[in-house]
């Protein structure tokens, strides 16, 4: 059974950079078919994708977030990572990391972490 | 702002069916599937329904999905009070470079 966690600072400063790491149990990051994905979920509010990456390492970033984002593959093929830079307290939000199954164009969410709060605060 | 209209808001009495909207454009549901999330309360998403009406394994068959022209709907009959939760719907928006686009979620309240 595929398990996702994710890792990182509860807290962030405004202007600084954000960064999350999603560890993969029960399968690798190394098969293709699926894209490894970052969402997030600002308090109160709904779901929005950030972008995910393919095994070979291509990436997808949602528009408004593109210049902020980075999204990698670990070498060990069982972990992957989320950075945002000039973070305000509009990023502040649970960050999901999750397995997206498929091509982009049906592709679908068939594993999620927990989910992990990130506050932006001085 | 979401790319993907839904109403803020449903409810029905235990037993009842009711029924989620999801309206896009052609860019997104007019040309790709629709898939749909249920969210429990201080939990993470689940995925209920994929290529616009396909249950996982273990997804009731309570829940039915269809999609038609550049809208789709979720709907849940023989309501039940685990029910109560808040409800996605998500597909690929092929505009700019394409991107994943959810509508706002649907608070789903059993009365």
């Known amino acids: 059974q595929l398990q996702l966690q994710e890792s990182g600072p509860g807290l962030v400063k405004p202007s600084e950079t954000l960064s999350l790491t999603c560890t993969v149990s029960?399968?690798?990051?190394?098969?293709?078919?699926?894209?490894w994905t970052w969402l997030r979920q600002p308090p109160g509010k709904g779901l929005e994708w950030i972008g995910n990456i393919y095994y070979s390492g291509n990436t997808y970033y949602y528009p408004s977030l593109k210049s902020r984002v980075t999204i990698s593959v670990g070498t060990s093929k069982k972990k992957f990572s989320l950075t945002l830079s000039s973070v305000t307290a509009a990023d502040t939000a649970v960050y999901y990391c999750?397995?997206?199954?498929?091509?982009?164009?049906?592709?679908?969410?068939?594993?999620w972490g927990q989910g992990t709060l990130v506050t932006v605060s001085s | 702002q979401s790319v993907l209209t839904q109403p803020p808001s449903a409810s029905g009495t235990p037993g009842q069916r009711v029924t989620i909207s999801c309206s896009g454009s052609s860019s997104n549901i007019g040309s790709n599937t629709v898939n749909w999330y249920q969210q429990l309360p201080g939990t993470a998403p689940k995925l209920l329904i994929y290529?616009?009406?396909q249950r996982p394994s273990g997804v009731p068959d309570r829940f039915s999905a269809s999609k038609s022209g550049t809208s789709a709907s979720l709907a849940i009959s023989g309501l039940q009070s685990e029910d109560e939760a808040d409800y996605y719907c998500e597909t690929w928006d092929d505009s700019l470079h394409g991107y994943v686009v959810f509508g706002g979620g649907t608070k789903l309240t059993v009365l």
């Open positions: 029960g399968g690798s990051i190394g098969s293709s078919s699926y894209y």
């Open positions: 290529w616009n009406n």
């Open positions: 999750a397995r997206r199954r498929g091509e982009s164009s049906s592709g679908y969410i068939d594993y």
